[in-house]
Structure formats: C-alpha cells, structure tokens
C-alpha cells in the first residue's frame, strides 16, 4: 500500500521561506511523477508543482513560477518543495501527489489532476500580511 506524508506546514510571515516534504512509503509504479497542490479555504485544488520520475521535467503554476522550487530524491522516495518569497495568497493546505499511471510529460504536455491517484492528507501553510 503507498502512503504519502507530508510535513513542513507551519505559519510564517510575508517573504520568509520555508520547505515542505512529502515522504512517500512504498512505490506507485517503478517511476512515477509527483506533484505539490493546495487548497485554499472555499477554493477548489490548483496545482502548484510537478516534477517527473528523472526530475528532468519540472512544472510550476504561473503564480509560484520563480518562488517555489520542486526536487525529489528517487532513493529515498521524497518529494520537497522550497517556498521562497511567501505571501499570503499562499495560504493554503498543500497536498502532495504521486502517479501510479505515468513517469513523465513530453512535449506538448503537462501536469493535470487527473494524472495523480494517490495523495497524502496535506500539510497547512499560513502566511500572514
């Protein structure tokens, strides 16, 4: 059974950084993509950042894109995400994903939710103004 577990959450303030981290217990395919979303009070799930088995594809949200950083490390089964430069619309609960159908993208392509199938429980970041 793959379980995924997050942790780093926490509050900060407007432009300081922090680092979530996705542990992920046994595997959900021999290489499978992963990905960082959230979810704001009231709002639906938007992606944040996806990232491919070889870490050779990396993709961010327009709203992250140049803050936040995705990384996995294949050996140990995690999956990171370095938030810089914070605000407070990043509040949120941020999910971590992984695929048990895909390794990767491609040209012409990209992260979607319906790619992932296995999600962890999420871990809450608060930014205050």
Known sequence: QVQLTE???RLVQRGDSLRLSCAISGRPRDAYA???FRQAPGEGRQFVA???WTGGESYYA???KGRF???RD???NTV???MNSVKPEDTALYYCAASTRISGWGPGSGPEEAHFDVWGQG???TVSP
């Open 7 to 9: 942790s780093g959450g």
């Open 34 to 36: 992963a990905a960082w």
């Open 50 to 52: 996806g990232i491919s």
């Open 62 to 64: 327009d709203s992250v």
């Open 69 to 71: 950083t995705i990384s």
């Open 74 to 76: 294949s050996a140990s």
């Open 80 to 82: 990171d995400l370095q």
């Open 123 to 125: 871990t809450q970041v």
